[in-house]
């Protein structure tokens, strides 16, 4: 079994930083990849940034340039930085990982971007 736990989220003002971080811990033996998702109020989860284990990123068009997404294969984390944060940006943040050839779900970490 694969746990994946999230943390770094909180309030921020317009224009702030947070970072966000997520370990997997567990039966990794084989991660493919991690991401990081989103999921706004009333709105479906979206993809905000992907990493692989060959290092390739992908990014939401609304967060490049702001976002980093980092992963330490030795460690098995992934980090989330964000900066130049927007109200817009405020959701709950979740953690995603291939590992193994199965999809894990961290439990979230809510960010709210407000002034």
């Known amino acids: 079994q694969v746990h994946l736990a999230e943390s770094g989220g909180g309030l921020v003002q317009p224009g702030g930083s947070l970072k966000l971080s997520c370990a997997a811990s567990?039966?990794?033996?084989?991660?493919?990849?991690m991401a990081w998702y989103r999921q706004a109020p009333g709105k479906q989860r979206e993809l905000v940034a992907h990493?692989?284990?060959?290092?390739?990123?992908s990014y939401v068009d609304s967060v490049k340039g702001r976002f980093t997404i980092s992963m330490d294969k030795a460690e098995n984390t992934v980090d989330l930085q964000m900066n130049s944060l927007k109200p817009e940006d405020t959701a709950v943040y979740y953690c995603?990982?291939?590992?193994?050839?199965?999809?894990?779900w961290g439990q979230g970490t809510q960010v709210t971007v407000s002034s």
């Open positions: 995603q990982a291939r590992i193994n050839g199965h999809d894990y």
């Open positions: 567990g039966r990794t033996v084989n991660v493919y990849a």
């Open positions: 990493i692989t284990k060959t290092w390739t990123t």
